[in-house]
């Protein structure tokens, strides 16, 4: 980056993604200016680590003027968050989980109908190197068939302060808040894929104090713009124990590839880097200048409806 820094504001603190975000903030050569949370003594501690102002309202931090938002609230906290920033010029990023029901998909859009800022929200992994190098070599084949696998432990879901994530009428549960890490994927490969048709099934392991699920799948179709015929999904989200571990096979014209980003205490490697933190940010400061934002509503949209739908019809909700 060249000239003065770009000046950004993080609304809402509800999980870790906005700590690593501001280090990459700054990495990049940005600055962090403030930051507003419910909780203020966080906002306070966030403030003094990353040189930002801890403002008293969402209201307050808009008024700081920054060029870029990156939003973290809580799912029942997003609608005012949008509200809040909704009549400024800043582009707003909202860090997954966006909406993890159908009733807080439609409360999203009704929101966003009225704003008048650009508004994007994704998983990191849209932004994971290998994952966007499969996609180029796979834009020129014939996709037959996919098969996909997110897991994330949900120990970290169930502990006082973050249960919201584990219920799935608040946070969605595993079946969202890690599925949507799946279905990120998915629409990096096949864009503005849509789920149709399907079946699944949700487990908990014997013992389990979760409010939702630790493992969940489904079966389906996928609609693809511009594909002939429906395209079969095979996904596999789990929240059992163990390092944090995203793949993907895709089945094509011409054989099978596959992508594995493992890169936890096991796998080695940069996860900021591999599981496309540092990309995320890097490509929501180059949008920022021109008053956009990367992955916007309009293309994200699917992955947030792919997510809920398929997590209802793990549940039997459908």
């Known amino acids: 980056m060249t000239g ?6 993080f609304a809402g603190l509800a999980h870790s993604h906005p700590y690593t975000d501001a280090g990459n903030v700054r990495a ?15 906002s306070q501690a966030f403030a003094e680590r990353f040189a930002g102002a801890a403002t008293a309202s969402t209201g307050a931090l808009a008024a700081l003027r920054p060029d870029l938002v990156i939003a973290t609230p809580r799912p029942h906290e997003v609608v005012p968050v949008l509200r809040a920033l909704g009549g400024g010029v800043a582009p707003v990023f909202v860090n997954k989980v966006i909406a993890a029901t159908a009733a807080q998909l439609a409360e999203v859009d009704r929101a966003l109908a009225a704003s008048s800022v650009s508004v994007g929200t994704s998983s990191v992994l849209r932004f994971a190197p290998a994952l966007v190098t499969l996609a180029e070599e796979i ?26 994530q584990d219920d799935p009428q608040r946070g969605g549960g595993t ?3 890690v599925g949507v890490h799946a279905w ?4 990096v490969l096949l864009p503005g894929a849509t789920l149709v048709a399907g079946s699944g099934w949700t487990r908990a392991r014997r013992g389990s104090i979760t409010a939702s699920e630790d493992a969940a799948g489904i079966e389906g ?18 929240g059992t124990p163990g390092a944090d571990a995203y793949g993907v096979d895709v089945v094509t014209a011409s054989g099978t590839r596959s992508v594995a980003l493992d890169v936890g205490a096991e ?11 540092r990309g995320l940010i890097r490509a929501l400061l180059d949008a920022a200048p021109h008053s956009a934002t990367a992955a916007p509503w309009s293309e994200a949209r699917m992955v947030v409806a792919n997510t809920i739908r398929a997590a209802e019809i793990a549940r039997g909700d459908a």
């Open 139 to 164: 834009a020129v084949d014939e996709v037959l068939a996919l098969r996909v696998h997110a897991q994330h432990d949900n120990a970290a879901f169930q502990v006082s302060d973050r249960a919201w």
């Open 221 to 238: 179709l996928l609609r693809v713009p511009g594909a002939a015929r429906e395209v079969p999904v095979q996904v596999l989200v789990t």
């Open 267 to 277: 796998g080695g490697g940069d996860a900021n880097v591999a599981l496309g933190f």
């Open 28 to 42: 990049l050569g940005a600055e962090v200016v403030g930051v507003h949370d419910a909780d203020a003594a966080a």
């Open 175 to 177: 079946a969202v808040t």
């Open 4 to 9: 003065t820094p770009l000046r950004v504001a």
């Open 184 to 187: 990120e994927m998915l629409d």
